[in-house]
């Protein structure tokens, strides 16, 4: 029996395609991307053509074996990943690994919803893998590894390890960091409100303006001084106020287009406060199946990975009969609305919208989640907007002029250009409303984008009906002090926004982008904004101070269009990566090492045999301490590698570059070979680098340190532990320490800190070591050996008297436990209470002394147990400092109004709710460590 194969990226997607389709089809999930660049080295040839070197990814791996099975036993595979450049990437590598798995044809099917008749309707006009998309992806993968591991490690270096540079990612930190600055440098500047009640005729009513205008000029009132010069001529004799002018302009206020991308993470982000990450996860939720009831599932948006705003026309013809029947007549238009796409945007794909018009958000409440009925009701209301008829508005506007009395000899500094007024001063108070006719679009949407606010759109109302002309009684005038206000912090929404006006980043990538630079903690959430971190500062400083065109915004941008244009097949993606290489190296300075080997295979096999024939005399071989260095059977491990069709690794690389180096330095044919080959620079680069790296720096070992190794020379040592392929001797590495500490009388202050930490491990078995720790320097702290800021260490300490007596008893109430709990498995891992216990009393005897979190597990363990424990909780009370429970603070949870608590985790402690596993808040660090 024929049987046929599709393959999309999730299990969720998988399980909706399959019901549609039944059991005669296979449908099975990749988990995402199938194949990558290599973890650990560049994994691009650069000069064979940028090519790139792939490997499974970890789920990869996982899921070869079950898709090569299936591919085997299919007549055709159906590659339905999403329809943009990561899904066309994956497909691509997916026919890649499958291919000679089975004889049966490829097929490249997409859809922008999960529909039955999307799904069919894909199935009867199947395509081919788009090469152009295809090569986009790669472009813009290549291009986000160079120049990772080029710059990176010029960040470990100057900055510290574990920071990243990233194309996009380093662009949007720029953006933050400089909108942080404008806010550090902004200087508040001091203004003046002068409101005026007025009492009109005809009809008779209070009407609130605002000082607007002076002599025609707008008013900037400055001071108070000012301020009450201006209050006290109003409120003077002889002032008269008349009504100005009196208009009403009608306005249409149109629908804005449905949601792509960049909108929906704004709006979602402003109006339900949900991170661009959460709002991608619940989308990709409702896109990709919900259970609505009798076991059916479907799909209910479309593909939210967008940057069209271009409709269906089924879908609008559908939109408008419900309109219609819902609203009536006049709340359709009379052609439907067409919205415009930037030039960039993808026209094939369309906005996000509901795959059903008829499924309102109220019919599916009892099926969806809190945050995924939310966000569907968004989405639904600003499509169901969207093809609405406008709003019909007024804009009402009342100005009444107040003059003569003693504004007609005041003269006043008070225009924006600082100007003084000359005397016969005439003040313009102004009073304005929006008067909505017909509500259009506005019944059932009326938020507004970010960057399109209007402030009348607050001035709700009608004002009365006055006639130019009329007197007007002034009956109250308030003056309120204002500062004017620094530019807002970023939110997530507002960034997105910000890099989509730059042209920074795609629809894919957004919520990836600001991810990453919170995850990295170059940026904290401080409520709803985003606010650099001091590592954030640095990175950014050194990046833009190092290569400011890199990471500037319209560099940035500009590589942006030059991706769609190899999407669009109007660029070559390697002449795009190859002028690119060219800046990047001219950025850097050719001062970084080009991470892995940056030849061919077949071109770095052909250069050895040229430099290393088989009569080549090698240098003797050198032995460095344990290490025994010899060139002949490095190349020859190297030419086996190739013969393998292995690449060799960035240290093989570098270590061969030194190689070079070496003899060139003594060959001139040696030499010529290596300038033919192009390698010139990077030999010297590699040689200097070698040289330059510091000296290890040995301490002469003062006489505690040395009674210490004579102290510890006669301890007992632990058994020699496994763990994978490594063994690890406490006594072996004990003795060539105190070998090298009694050959030469020095040792390194890496040696000296692993010491710190061996005497720590054994500090119960060390007589007199509170007093070793206290004569060396080593401060007294936790279990764990560190560094002090002058690069001492930092060992641990035997317990006070006071807690070894906690300790003690904590472990005799262990004793009285009869009967354990069976072992439980979580993964790969095994929870065993009784060896957890032994583990513990084993360590105490030892060192004398247990972790606070160690002691914290204890408790915690022996409360599972406290039944078996006669008077358990009076001993755990009398022990003073030991809390069973975690400790209550005064503040409230600013998610649900618990109180907070501390509690420890993970080597320290953190603030979180009390009210967990309900609610999961957790404080930020900066909190947490106040406490």
């Known amino acids: 029996m024929s049987k046929t194969l599709v393959v999309v990226e999730s299990p969720a997607k998988a399980r909706t395609i399959g019901r549609f389709l039944g059991s005669a089809v296979d449908v099975l999930a990749s ?21 790139p070197d792939y490997e499974l990814t970890l789920n990869g791996k996982k899921v070869i074996k079950s898709l090569r099975a299936a591919a085997a036993q299919a007549d055709k595979v159906y590659l339905a990943t999403d329809p943009d450049r990561e899904g066309e990437a994956i497909a691509w590598h997916l026919k890649a690994i499958l291919q000679n798995a089975t004889k049966g044809p490829f097929h490249r099917i997409t859809f922008h919803e999960i529909t039955q008749n999307a799904i069919r309707n894909s199935l009867s006009h199947p395509g081919e893998i788009a090469e152009d998309l295809v090569n986009a992806q790669q472009a813009r993968r290549v291009l986000d590894r160079l120049v ?36 550090q440098a902004f200087k508040p500047e001091e203004y003046w409100n002068l409101d005026a009640m007025f009492l009109t005729p005809e009809p ?182 969207s093809q609405m008829s406008p709003a019909r508005q007024l804009d009402h506007v009342i100005e009444i002029e107040s003059s003569e009395g003693e504004l007609a000899t005041l003269k006043l500094p008070v225009t924006e250009d600082k100007k003084v007024l000359k005397p016969g001063i005439v003040c313009t108070f102004r009073a304005a409303a929006r008067e909505t006719k017909f509500q259009g679009y506005l019944a059932v949407y009326s938020m507004k984008d970010i960057g399109d606010e209007d ?89 833009v101070q190092q290569m400011p065109d890199l990471f500037n915004v319209g560099f ?120 033919e080959s192009g390698l010139e620079e990077q030999v010297k680069n590699a040689v200097a680098a070698s040289k330059s790296k510091p000296e290890k720096i ?16 006669k ?18 590495f004990f003795r060539s320490l105190h070998r090298q500490a009694q050959g030469g009388g020095s040792l390194t202050e ?34 764990t050996a560190a560094t002090s800021e002058n690069g001492a260490p930092v060992a641990a300490a035997a317990a006070s008297p006071e807690e070894v007596e906690k300790i003690k008893m904590l472990l005799g109430m262990t004793a009285q436990i009869q009967t354990w709990r069976e072992p439980s498995g979580k993964g790969k891992r095994v929870y065993d209470d009784r060896e957890f216990v032994n583990s513990l009393e084993n360590q105490f005897r030892q060192k004398g002394s247990l972790s606070e979190r160690q002691v914290a597990a204890l408790v915690k363990l022996l409360s599972k147990y406290s039944e078996q424990i006669p008077d358990f909780k009076e001993k755990a009370g009398s022990l003073g400092g030991i809390s069973l429970q975690p400790k209550q603070l005064d503040e409230k949870c600013p998610n649900c109004g618990a109180p907070l608590v501390q509690r420890m985790g993970r080597g320290r402690p953190f603030v979180g709710c009390s009210a967990f596993p309900k609610c999961r808040y957790i404080a930020p660090k900066k909190k947490t460590e106040e406490q």
């Open 556 to 675: 940035t941008a500009e590589m942006e269009d030059q991706l769609d244009k190899i999407e669009e097949g109007d660029l070559d993606w390697v002449a795009m990566l190859k002028k690119f290489y060219q800046q990047l190296q001219s950025w850097m300075g050719h001062g970084e090492i080009q991470p892995g080997a940056p030849i061919p295979g077949k071109e770095l096999e052909s250069l050895l045999n040229r430099l290393f024939p088989k009569d080549f005399v090698y240098a003797e071989a050198v032995k460095k301490g344990r290490n025994v260095y010899d060139d002949g059977k490095f190349i020859t491990s190297i030419r086996k590698q190739l013969a393998e069709k292995k690449v060799p690794t960035e240290r093989q690389w570098k270590a061969l570059l030194n190689t070079f180096g070496r003899y060139a330095a003594d060959n001139t044919d040696f030499l010529t070979v290596i300038k």
């Open 204 to 385: 008779k009513t209070r009407l609130k303006t605002r000082l607007s205008r002076l002599n025609g000029e707008k008013a900037v009132v400055s001071d108070a001084a000012t301020a009450e010069l201006l209050e006290h001529a109003l409120q003077s004799a002889g002032v008269v106020h008349k009504v100005a002018k009196v208009t009403s302009n009608p306005r249409k206020q149109y629908a804005p287009p449905p949601f792509i991308t960049s909108t929906l993470q704004q709006a979602a982000g402003s109006y339900l406060k949900f991170g661009t990450t959460q709002t991608m996860r619940v989308a990709q939720e409702l896109y990709e199946g919900v259970e609505i009831g009798k076991g059916a599932a479907s799909g209910l948006i479309t593909y939210m990975r967008t940057d069209s705003v271009s409709i269906a026309k089924e879908a609008q013809e559908e939109a408008a009969e419900f309109i219609r029947k819902t609203f009536g007549g006049d709340y359709l238009p009379e052609k439907p609305n067409v919205y415009r796409s930037r030039k960039s945007a993808q026209e094939a794909h369309e906005a996000i919208r509901p795959t059903d018009i008829k499924r309102t958000p109220d019919s599916l409440s009892p099926y969806l989640s809190g945050p995924q009925l939310k966000l569907y009701r968004l989405i639904w209301n600003r499509f169901v907007a």
């Open 31 to 51: 988990m995402g991307h199938v194949r990558d660049l290599p973890l650990r080295e560049l994994g691009v040839h650069i000069n064979d053509d940028f090519r």
């Open 455 to 543: 402030e009348m759109d607050n001035l709700g109302g009608v004002l009365p009906p006055l006639n130019p002309g009329s007197l007007c009684e002034l009956l109250e005038l308030l003056k309120e002090q204002c500062f004017t206000s620094p530019p807002s912090r970023y939110s997530e929404a507002s960034l997105v926004k910000a890099l989509e006006q730059n042209g920074v980043g795609r629809p894919s990538t957004f919520a990836a982008t600001v991810n990453t630079i919170l995850e990295r903690e170059y940026v904290n959430k401080e409520k709803s904004s985003l606010a650099p971190t001091k590592l954030g500062f640095e990175v950014n400083d050194f990046l």
């Open 698 to 713: 040995t301490q002469e070992l003062p006489p505690e340190l040395l009674k210490l190794l004579e102290a510890m020379d």
């Open 148 to 183: 990772g591991y080029q710059v990176s490690p010029m960040l470990w270096r100057h900055v510290g390890r574990g920071t990243s540079a990233g194309r996009v990612q380093s662009v949007a930190l720029r953006l933050i960091v400089e909108r942080e600055r404008e806010i």
């Open 715 to 732: 301890i007992e040592w632990e058994k020699p532990v496994k763990r994978g392929k490594r063994v690890y001797d406490d006594a072996k």
């Open 750 to 783: 890496a040696q000296i800190l692993v010491l710190s930490k061996l005497a720590a491990k054994y500090a119960g078995k060390i007589e007199g070591y509170a007093e070793f720790s206290t004569a060396l320097g080593w401060q007294q702290g936790t279990n």
